[in-house]
């Protein structure tokens, strides 16, 4: 059984950037309706998010910070951050209403093995600080308020960015695992989540950071995902897992240049979920993260959502890219360096 929710508010839409800016809500919208074209919500509930309070958003953000975020969102304009996020009018509600759909994915573990927030992912966000298109880090929150049902959580992050304010915030926490793959070039956004970022304190070893050359096809991040992630989840056992499936990792984003297709993807989600049932009695939230290809990131989550769900796969045939991509030889090699590398970090035997 896969018994999933999918959880939804139409007002996930009004989170969304106007004019040139990349982050579009239209990505959701699409995501949806591919699954209602093919009858996915016959098996799949839509269960509405329960809004939070700001007392439970403040477990993670400082009261000042969200008194800024209120301000800002009333006033309509200026930037959040140093210049990627702006705000616009009812940023505040926009982003609230999505933080509050991945907490109640979260609840929602309860009654169903996995659940889904396509509209949560907001990785970049830090306690007092919007960046790169969040505002509140939604997937930092859901994680410390499952902390209280969960004893063992692991995090594995496929934005094409690396996942730094949730990695900060939870920089610390023994009890959490946070695996993130990410492009990994001077001057790519944000900078961070090098090889050598394992956690502090009681959370060192905890974090675990996988940077992609540009240019890295499905073959190798297969490779560094089976090598590293796999065994590191199985050594650790989580009793849930978070899946943060941004979509920018694709070969045609614009933003990023890793170079996953579909089916790179779907072997990913394939093994997480795999991974779900193998340790934590199923249990697997996921969410989404960026993608700035709107079509294929509809289909990579589409697609993400009928496998963890069971359904039927060959009516979703169309949304499938033809093949895996092969990275050159270049990247290859600079890969295996960067697996051999983490490999000894994180004490994992060749
Ligand atoms: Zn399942
Ligand atoms: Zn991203």
Not at 108 to 137: E, M, P, W
Not at 268 to 281: E, G
């Amino acid at each position: 059984m896969h018994k999933t929710a999918f959880v939804w508010d139409d007002r996930y839409l009004n989170y969304s950037f106007p004019g040139n800016h990349p982050f579009k809500s239209l990505r959701e919208a699409m995501t949806k309706k591919l699954l209602e074209e093919r009858g996915a919500f016959h098996e799949i509930d839509i269960v509405p998010p329960k809004v939070i309070s700001e007392e439970l958003l403040s477990l993670i953000h400082t009261k000042e910070y969200i008194e800024f975020i209120k301000r800002k969102s009333e006033e309509g304009s200026g930037l959040l951050d140093e210049g990627d996020t702006p705000a616009f009018k009812g940023i505040f509600e926009a982003a609230l209403i999505r933080v509050s759909g991945t907490v109640t994915a979260v609840e929602l573990l309860q009654s169903y093995d996995h659940t889904i927030n396509i509209g949560g992912g907001f990785h970049h966000a830090k306690r007092s600080q919007a960046s790169g298109f969040c505002v509140f880090n939604d997937v930092a929150l859901a994680i410390k308020l499952a902390e209280r049902s969960f004893k063992k959580i692991a995090l594995v992050d496929i934005d094409g960015h690396h996942g730094d304010g949730t990695q900060y915030l939870l920089y610390d926490d023994p009890k959490v695992l946070k695996v993130s793959l990410h492009m990994f070039h001077p001057r790519f956004f944000p900078g961070t989540g090098d090889e050598y970022e394992i956690g502090s304190g009681e959370g060192k070893g905890m974090t675990i950071n996988i940077p992609l050359p540009p240019g890295t096809g499905d073959d190798m991040y297969l490779y560094a995902f089976n090598e590293i992630v796999v065994p590191k989840i199985k050594e650790f056992k989580p009793d849930l897992i978070f899946l943060l499936n941004g979509g920018d990792s694709y070969y045609e984003d614009p933003l990023v240049e890793l170079k996953l297709s579909t089916k790179g993807y779907l072997e990913v989600v394939r093994t997480v979920h795999s991974l779900a049932h193998q340790f934590a009695n199923g249990k697997l939230v996921m969410t989404g993260g960026g993608g700035y290809n709107y079509e294929a990131t509809a289909r990579i989550w589409a697609l993400s959502i009928a496998e963890i769900a069971g359904l039927d796969f060959t009516e979703f045939e169309t949304l499938e890219d033809c093949c895996l991509i092969a990275s050159s030889e270049f990247v290859k090699k600079r890969v295996l360096e960067i697996v051999d590398k983490l490999k000894k970090i994180h004490g994992l035997s060749n």
